[in-house]
C-alpha cells in the first residue's frame, strides 16, 4: 500500500504567489490533517478534516485554504505565499483521529519562500 | 494555552545503554499519550501510545510510563541500536477530543558507537 502521498516533495516560492500542496491516502481514513514543522516547535496543526466535505481549523490557520471533496485527498492551498510559510509540511490521516488513534504520515513538503 | 514541555532537546547515549527522554502536560483531561519517532528525511510514525487508564505499557525494547497525578510521562529505550537515532516527539491529547494533538518539541537522540 502507498499509504499517504504527498506531492511536491520540494517547492521554492515568490511572495506572493500561490500554490497547492496535495496529499492523498489510500487507507479509507476519515480522518486527515495538515500539519508543519519548524525547528525546535514539534508540529503545529493546520487545518484538519473528520471526513468528506467537513474541515476546521487548527491552531494556525491563517493563510491556508483546504477543501475534502473526496476521502482520499486533502489538499493545501497557500493563497498568497509569505517567507514565515517557509517550512516542512506534513499529511496525514487515521482511522478515527489523531487524538486516540495512530496518525499515519506522508514523507512531508519541504517549502521555501523567498 | 495547554502546552507539553520535552527533555531533553538532545541526548547523546552509547550504543547499548538506555535512554529516558521525559514529558510533562498541562491539560487534565489529556487521555491519549502517543510517542513519534521520526528519521531524516522521513514523517513522523508511532512506535508506541498509552492511554489515561493505563500506567505503563511495553513494547520489546520500548516502553512509556505514566503518572496522571504529576501529569508527566516518559519513553523508555533499553539496550539502544544505532538504528535508534532519530528525533522522538511526544504528544497529548487536546482534552478528550479524538481529532487534535499538543505535540512536544521533540529530542533527537544520538545512538554513539
Known amino acids: 500500500n502507498a499509504g499517504v502521498t504527498q506531492t511536491p516533495k520540494f517547492q521554492v516560492l515568490k511572495t506572493g504567489q500561490s500554490m497547492t500542496l496535495q496529499c492523498a491516502q489510500d487507507?479509507?481514513?476519515?480522518?486527515m490533517s495538515w500539519y508543519r514543522q519548524d525547528p525546535g516547535m514539534g508540529l503545529r496543526l493546520i487545518h484538519y478534516s473528520v471526513g468528506a466535505g467537513i474541515t476546521d481549523q487548527g491552531e494556525v490557520p491563517n493563510g491556508y485554504n483546504v477543501s475534502r471533496s473526496t476521502t482520499e485527498d486533502f489538499p493545501l492551498r497557500l493563497l498568497s505565499a509569505a517567507p514565515s510559510q517557509t517550512s516542512v509540511y506534513f499529511c496525514a490521516s487515521s482511522y478515527t483521529g489523531t487524538g486516540n488513534t495512530e496518525a499515519f504520515f506522508g514523507q512531508g513538503t519541504r517549502l521555501t519562500v523567498v | 494555552g495547554e502546552n507539553v514541555e520535552q527533555h531533553p532537546s538532545t541526548l547523546s547515549v552509547q550504543e547499548g545503554d538506555s535512554a529516558v527522554i521525559k514529558c510533562t502536560y498541562s491539560d487534565s483531561a489529556s487521555n491519549y499519550f502517543p510517542w513519534y519517532k521520526q528519521e531524516l528525511g522521513k514523517g513522523p510514525q508511532l512506535i508506541i501510545d498509552?492511554?489515561?487508564n493505563v500506567g505503563e505499557k511495553k513494547d520489546q525494547r520500548i516502553a512509556v510510563t505514566l503518572n496522571k497525578t504529576a501529569k508527566h510521562f516518559s519513553l523508555h529505550i533499553t539496550e539502544t541500536q544505532p538504528e535508534d537515532s532519530a528525533v522522538y516527539f511526544c504528544a497529548a491529547s487536546m482534552g478528550d477530543s479524538n481529532y487534535q494533538l499538543i505535540w512536544g518539541a521533540g529530542t533527537k537522540l544520538i545512538i554513539k558507537p
Open positions: 487507507m479509507n481514513h476519515e480522518y
Open positions: 498509552i492511554r489515561s
